[in-house]
């Protein structure tokens, strides 16, 4: 009786291990279950990126190393948006670069962009990837120097802001000489809010950020002007929509007599004009003025500009067609790419490729 009665305790001990390991595994994989239906599908991180936690308070006003470390940290890309951006960068370079090329991505700003480090990542994907260019980047206003930049063909704007409190006035001098003097620069995004306070800048850049009417989580018509133009035929000469935070400029600070417009807001298309993304008390600046420019190349000095507005969201630096026009535009501003930089408006006749009724599925 005796070692029945130890036999039943034992096999009562192991029915209630048994039972608690079981309800530790359904608690488990219940969990599991509930946090793979609300994570994201690899469709939706594609188009919206990776979520992520709230950013600390205030970061957007922390001096640069500590903002560094949140934009690096915190909105760095994952591997798996960093596998997008490898999938996407094109394998080979529009032309075969001349001479080996030397770009400097200069990255310090005052406001800042969180797709800064993803944006540097793609630079680095599509130097390797293609071979027009090898990349060195830096967020070290001492950089900007005559002596640094001599080492360098072109210099690239990722999202810069504010060159008054960054680089200062030697910085500025320095940029003026290295593209008068033949060199390239590639303004992406808020570079055009780099010059508020430097009258000259703005002119080599031809356009200052004033406000965004066409915010980030909108989808966007774009018109190619010069379709034929070998940097539109980068990206196949035809109009498109696209995810992103479109600029109005300053008035005044975009010369249509100094640039070749490439890329524009279509405002034929309504939803240009009347979708909820858009910044509702700005709605009227939609219809201000007839042309919107995005995109454009010009001559400043013996130098050579190209300006994107496209590179706000993250989600850029992982579009073939986004990376497309980024290298068209560097290789022009690097001196490979041939491409007609002469104004628009100094053309007899003026061709545009206009964006699809609707943006695709």
């Known amino acids: 009786m005796t070692r029945r009665r130890l036999w039943t305790r034992g096999s009562s001990r192991v029915v209630d291990h048994v039972i608690f390991v079981a309800s530790i595994l359904t608690i488990v994989f219940t969990l599991a279950n509930m946090a793979s239906a609300d994570a994201p599908s690899e469709d939706a991180i594609r188009k ?15 001096d640069w190393p500590q903002k560094r470390k949140v934009l ?3 909105y760095g890309p994952s591997q798996r948006e960093k596998q997008f951006i490898a999938d996407a960068v094109p394998a080979e370079a529009i032309v075969a670069p001349r001479a080996s090329r030397k770009l400097l991505v200069f990255y310090q700003c005052q406001y800042p962009h969180t797709s800064i480090a993803t944006a540097n990542v793609a630079y680095q994907k599509l130097a390797d990837a293609t071979g027009a260019f090898r990349v060195t980047f830096s967020d070290d206003p001492a950089d900007i ?13 990722n999202n810069t802001t504010d060159f008054d409190k960054t680089v200062g006035e030697k910085g500025q001098q320095a940029i003026l000489d290295f593209v008068r003097g033949g060199k390239g620069l590639i303004g992406i995004h808020a570079a055009a809010d780099s010059c508020k306070t430097w009258p000259e800048g ?4 031809n356009g200052v950020f004033q406000c965004h009417p066409w915010k980030p989580q909108g989808t966007w018509a774009f018109k190619l002007t010069s379709p034929d133009h070998p940097i539109n035929q980068a990206i196949g000469g035809k109009g498109f929509w696209f995810r992103d935070e479109i600029y109005a400029y300053r008035p005044g600070t975009h010369d249509e007599t ?3 417009e490439l890329v524009s807001l279509d405002l034929t298309k309504p939803e240009n004009h009347n979708a909820p993304e858009l910044h509702q008390e700005q709605l009227h600046m939609t219809n201000a003025i007839a042309l919107r420019p995005v995109a454009w190349i010009h001559r400043f000095g013996e130098g050579r500009v190209f300006y994107s507005n496209l590179g706000h969201n993250n989600t850029t630096y992982w579009s073939p067609l986004a990376l ?3 290298l068209a535009g560097i290789q022009y501003a690097l001196g490979d790419l041939e491409a007609d930089d002469t104004a628009t408006s100094q053309l007899d006749i003026v061709d545009t490729a206009a964006a699809p009724v609707q943006p695709a599925e």
Do not use: C, K, N, T
């Not at 919206?48 to 922390?62: K, N, T």
């Not at 703005?202 to 850049?205: P, S």
């Open 48 to 62: 919206y990126g990776e979520p992520r936690p709230r950013a600390p308070d205030g970061w957007v006003r922390f």
């Open 72 to 74: 690096f940290e915190h």
């Open 145 to 157: 120097s005559p002596e640094v930049l001599s080492e360098f063909d072109a210099l690239l704007l």
């Open 202 to 205: 703005a002119r080599m850049i």
């Open 258 to 260: 100094q640039s070749r």
């Open 324 to 326: 497309q026009h980024y």
